[in-house]
């Protein structure tokens, strides 16, 4: 179930893909076929980030059968091709952001979240390339709303200049929860992205009981519209009005074993 408290907006927590050897007998029953790991899945989480289509296209059928096996509520967020991000001249990217859009992803329906622009720990921060970057994300396609996230992974980007690109085209930055990828937790959409990045497989939950109540919280505040005073803002000078905004969460430590378990903890702390 969809956390959504009065006043909030929707709070989804879930992992990253669902086909992970590791998790069988973790996470999915012993004897599960591989076959129904997306719609248990998804019967445990409230929403999955899609790696895959960073690496290739996937087709039209392949969406349309994940949005069928997933229930009403659940949403995955989309990861953007890396022919999109990984060129030293972004502003050239058109091209390929068009052709991500056309293969398939809408078949979705309303189980499409955002979609994750990622880029690599070397790409610096040059306004000028990420504004044309930014200006090629459409608002809508095929009449439907798209939300953007990007998630940058190099410390130049801490600068209230990349904050101000971002709410300008109304997009949301990743706060990675990370050991070196920087940290950006500045509101400047009407949803909030996170990927909590410091899970310990060593722990049956994933994170330390007192570490999940204080995620659990926070979430709850950013959903509210409020920004946790732990969190990071790179332009406190200009803090977004409180209102209410939808909330991704995805736990992806390294090791990921525990994954799921830490998404679902918090999911059950997030209950009303």
Not at 166 to 176: E, F, N, Q, T
Not at 216 to 224: F, G, I, N, P
Not at 238 to 254: C, L, M, S
């Amino acid at each position: 179930m969809v956390s959504a408290m009065k006043g909030s907006g929707k709070v989804y927590v879930g992992v990253g893909g669902w086909n992970f050897p590791p998790w069988r007998g973790v996470f999915y029953p012993k004897g599960l076929a591989q076959a129904k790991e997306l719609s248990y899945a998804a019967s445990h989480l409230t929403s999955i980030e899609i790696n895959s289509t960073f690496y290739g296209s996937q087709k039209p059928e392949s969406f349309r059968k994940w949005a069928r096996e997933t229930p009403d509520g659940f949403v995955f967020s989309v990861k953007g091709p890396r022919f999109a991000t990984n060129r030293r001249v972004l502003a050239e990217a058109g091209d390929s952001i068009q052709h991500f859009l056309n293969t398939g992803v809408m078949e979705l329906g309303d189980r499409l979240g955002p979609l994750l622009w990622q880029f690599a720990p070397h790409k610096k921060f040059d306004a000028a390339d990420f504004g044309a970057f930014l200006a090629l994300l459409p608002e809508k396609h095929d009449g439907r709303r798209l939300r953007h996230v990007i998630e940058v992974r190099h410390d130049s980007f801490l600068v209230p200049e990349f904050v101000a690109l971002l709410r300008k085209h109304d997009m949301a930055p990743v706060y990675s929860e990370h050991e070196t990828y920087p940290a950006i937790a500045d509101v400047t959409s009407d949803f909030v992205y996170l990927r909590l990045q410091k899970g310990d497989d060593a722990i049956k939950t994933g994170y330390p009981p007192k570490a999940l109540d204080a995620w659990a919280e926070r979430l709850k505040m950013l959903a509210l519209g409020k920004v946790p005073k732990d969190l990071p803002q790179v332009d406190a000078k200009n803090v977004a009005t409180p209102a209410p905004r939808d909330v991704f969460a995805y736990v992806i430590h390294e090791g990921k074993v525990r994954a799921p378990a830490a998404a679902m903890e918090l999911i059950e702390r997030l209950k009303p």
